[in-house]
């Protein structure tokens, strides 16, 4: 069974402030991770993801994350909020190699304040 | 490309009701795949078909809840008859492939009075 936890449920930084959102996962086989972004009113939008290559991935818009297998993590980054970023964030697991099921966190909603 | 398409986007029904979404996936995507997110919680996932095949089912909730993909292309989802706790907003996904990802459309919000 895989699960992902996402510490955090209310994330509130400053313009212009690093973002980091948290997410560790728990899998028993080699995992692909994501990161989804869903703006007011609207659908997932897929971040970035890990699949295996790089364990640093750069996604749209600024974000980024580190696969970190040691430590079972695959945080969010980025350098400098923009108003722009205020939006609800998942982190997702899925086994690698087949085209089986996501599990998601239960999102962490990004505030960014001037 | 055109992405993944759900309608209706809202949908106010009563208790009691059917009701039936509709997901397109992307052309060319043989796994198609429904979450649904109640209220305050995780996005969970109910089913997944390759093709017209229910690949998994396991996150069904119970038998009020039928999916079904015609020739491998569009699928429905219809709940019948709702209850209070189906209110929530249902996903579709569509994916070719683990490694390259899987998109989502933009929901349908079904609320249940």
């Known amino acids: 069974a895989q699960s992902v936890t996402q510490l955090g449920s209310h994330v509130s930084v400053s313009e212009g402030a690093l973002v980091l959102l948290r997410c560790n996962y728990s899998?028993?086989?080699?995992?692909?991770l994501f990161w989804y972004v869903q703006y007011p009113n609207q659908g997932l939008q897929l971040l970035l993801k890990y699949t295996s290559a790089a364990t640093l991935v750069k996604g749209i818009n600024g974000f980024e994350a580190e696969f970190k297998k040691s430590e079972t993590s695959f945080h969010l980054t980025k350098p400098s909020a923009h108003m722009s970023d205020a939006a609800e964030y998942f982190c997702?697991?899925?086994?690698?190699?087949?085209?089986?099921?996501?599990?998601f966190g239960t999102g962490t909603r990004l505030q960014v304040t001037l | 490309e055109a992405g993944v398409t759900q309608f209706p986007s809202h949908s106010v029904i009563e208790k009691g009701q059917t009701v039936t979404l509709r997901c397109d996936p992307i052309s060319g995507h043989d796994n198609l795949y429904w979450y649904r997110r109640v209220m305050g919680k995780e996005i969970k996932f109910l089913l997944h078909?390759?093709?017209?095949?229910?690949?998994?089912e396991s996150g069904m909730p119970n038998n009020r809840f039928l999916a079904e993909r015609t020739g491998g292309t569009y699928s429905t989802l219809k709940v019948q008859p709702a209850e209070l706790e189906d209110s929530g907003v249902y996903f579709c996904?569509?994916?070719?492939?683990?490694?390259?990802?899987?998109?989502f459309g933009s929901g349908t919000r079904l609320t249940v009075v």
């Open positions: 996904a569509s994916s070719h492939g683990t490694a390259y990802g899987y998109t």
């Open positions: 078909f390759v093709k017209e095949s229910k690949q998994d």
């Open positions: 997702a697991v899925t086994r690698s190699g087949t085209a089986s099921k996501l599990t």
């Open positions: 899998s028993s086989v080699p995992p692909y």
